[in-house]
């Protein structure tokens, strides 16, 4: 009786240690595939032939299909940016300080991230969904068939020219976010815009601009590369497909939050430096 | 193998015909699941070779793996006379200009137009033509070939099954491969696009001398288009021999496969 009771004991503390096994090694499993393809990436994006039409076609894509929807996710993030803080910033009148804090917040931290998160769901699932598709029509394969390497023409040009796009997507989000600051701000405090961007660019160093750009490089490295990786093994059937694009945006998305925080940890100590 | 049916019914194999393709002792698994086991097949040039097995038999698999796009756990692919898993990348892209291959679905590129999808592997084997025919001519001299001329600038969502079948095979032509492998050509048809591709399939072979496989589970097809069959069965070839001699074996596995 006593053997049998600890038999079961055993057994259940097996089956709930192995059921939180299974995802973590599966979680690695992944990770480690993901490394793979990343090191795949680099040495196939050096070898000739280079697929350059495809890579302009991409650029094309992604930077027209994507520049509306940054545009106007710039823009509300700037404005409600402003309306938030204004109040706050009028009792300590400190309201002056609009500008420079609009700049510096947005060109740092909020410009970057929102650009990124919104690109994740818009260029990072459409290559999941497409790369997928492909995968389960077997027309990568017929590329294959046809002499084309596949993860050239496909994975390379796509992740690099995601790598290219999202950092130019950034800069004009972030230009069209000041713009609506500048909005709330002309309106509300009869701020020019030349006053206004004076006082933005005053408050902005080089500083400011490098990291977030190198940050801004590696967030369309990750955006495509996990697109591309997710699409491009994409299980058998449309579900797969579904599942490809919907896993390349929780997935990018929760290592876009792990960039930030490594750029800014990185940037931190170069500061003290 | 079933070597008493396989006795009975094959066709003296004409040896004194080129060979173009060999497979010997061919095994592919995936995990414990045995697929391929001693698999052994010969095509020889101008031959249209067709190969019936049930869903799962390990039909696509194996002509996955003669093109390089699977690879197998042992055996030897010889194409051309060369053994493809000797081959280097370069090499190996190089020998898949002489093989054309028109995938069960079509495997049109959903994001280029029909021009694009058989412009895509000219220009990727560039090197196999002479300069005096221009590219333009050639795609639409190829889809002159499966009477779709018309479709020149259509995206392939704006066809029809048949029409993208028809497209396919125009892309596989393109490049006039002298062996071409057909993947149920005729799945997810009307009988009257699957005799129109069938049609099409043999003035093919009439016109360019092409050496085909041909998988399917389309007795009609196989009846039509056979100078050899091969019947697939638990991975390995069960019985072989000319549509005839097969269709009227006494094995019951032979026989499943020709009733109506």
Known sequence: MFFNIFGILRDSVMSSIRSLTIPIQSFLIEIGDLSYFTARFFKESVKRPFEFKEFLRQCYYMGNRSLVLVGITGFIIGLVLTLQTRPTLLEFGAVSWMPSMVGISLIREIGPMITALVCAGRIGSGIGAELGSMRVTEQIDAMEVSGTNPFKYLVVTRVLASTLMIPLLVIVGDAIGLFGSFLVENAKGAVSFELFFSQVFASLEFGDLLPATIKSIFFGLAIGLVGCFKGYYCEKGTAGVGRAANSAVVFTSLLLFVIDFVAVFVTDIFYEL | ?260
Do not use: W
């Open chain 2, 1 to 260: 193998m079933n070597e008493l049916s396989t006795n009975q019914l094959q066709k003296e194999t004409p040896e004194s015909r080129e060979l173009v393709l060999e497979i010997r002792n061919l095994n592919k698994s995936f995990g414990d699941h045995v697929v391929l086991k001693n698999f052994n097949l010969k095509l020889f040039k101008g031959e249209n070779l067709v190969i019936m097995g049930k869903s799962g038999s390990g039909k696509s698999v194996m002509i996955k793996c003669l093109v390089g796009l699977m690879e197998f756990d042992s055996g030897v692919i010889s194409v051309m006379h060369k053994d493809i898993t000797s081959l280097d990348q370069s090499s190996l892209d190089i020998l898949r200009g002489d093989i054309g291959f028109l995938f069960q679905g079509s495997a049109l590129y959903d994001s280029m137009t029909v021009r694009e999808n058989l412009e895509f592997p000219l220009r990727r084997h560039s090197h196999l033509f002479d300069t005096s025919m221009d590219v333009d001519q050639r795609v639409l001299e190829a889809l002159e070939n499966v009477g779709l001329a018309h479709t020149l600038d259509l995206m392939p969502s704006a066809l029809s099954g048949g029409m993208k079948r028809r497209v396919a095979l125009a892309r596989t032509l393109i490049l006039q491969p002298k062996i071409i492998l057909y993947d149920e050509p005729t799945s997810g048809l009307d009988p009257i696009t699957s005799k129109e591709i069938i049609q099409l399939m043999q003035d093919i072979q009439k016109k360019y001398k092409t050496s085909s496989i041909i998988i399917t589970h389309d007795v009609d097809c196989a009846r039509v288009i056979a100078d050899r069959m091969i019947l697939l069965i638990d991975g390995t070839n069960y019985a072989e021999g000319t549509f005839e001699a097969l269709s009227v074996s006494k094995d019951p596995k032979v026989k499943a496969f020709f009733k109506r």
